[in-house]
Nanobody
Framework: QVLLTESGGGSVQAGDSLTLSCAASGGQFSRLALAWYRQVPGKERELVASISRGGGDKFYSDAVKGRFIISRNNDRRKVYLQMDSLKPEDTAVYYC?????????????????WGQGTQVTVSS
């Protein structure tokens, strides 16, 4: 069993930067493909970015491409989401997710491990 815990959310102004972290406990972290999702009340959860086990393969949604960077440190058992040039439409609860059966960074997939989420609010 893998427990994921996000941190780093907060309230910022448009144009600011924020870095989210997700720490994992239990399981074999280096065998997990990881992803960041976000959700706004009343809307479906959407994939923001994903990263392969070794970190060499990454995927970004069109909404964040060029502004967000996903990375991971397998020794520290953490995955990060660096968010630059934030926009009000980035406001959401951000979740990290992990899945041992996904081998590459994909735009889809089903993740079995989820964190509790961290709120990001961007004001104009």
């Amino acid at each position: 069993q893998v427990l994921l815990t996000e941190s780093g959310g907060g309230s910022v102004q448009a144009g600011d930067s924020l870095t989210l972290s997700c720490a994992a406990s239990g399981g074999q972290f280096s065998r997990l493909a990881l992803a960041w999702y976000r959700q706004v009340p009343g809307k479906e959860r959407e994939l923001v970015a994903s990263i392969s086990r070794g970190g060499g393969d990454k995927f970004y949604s069109d909404a964040v491409k060029g502004r967000f960077i996903i990375s991971r440190n397998n020794d520290r058992r953490k995955v990060y989401l660096q968010m630059d040039s934030l926009k009000p439409e980035d406001t959401a609860v951000y979740y990290c997710a992990g899945e041992p059966t996904i081998l590459t960074a994909t735009p889809g997939g089903s993740y079995r491990y989820w964190g509790q989420g961290t709120q990001v609010t961007v004001s104009s």
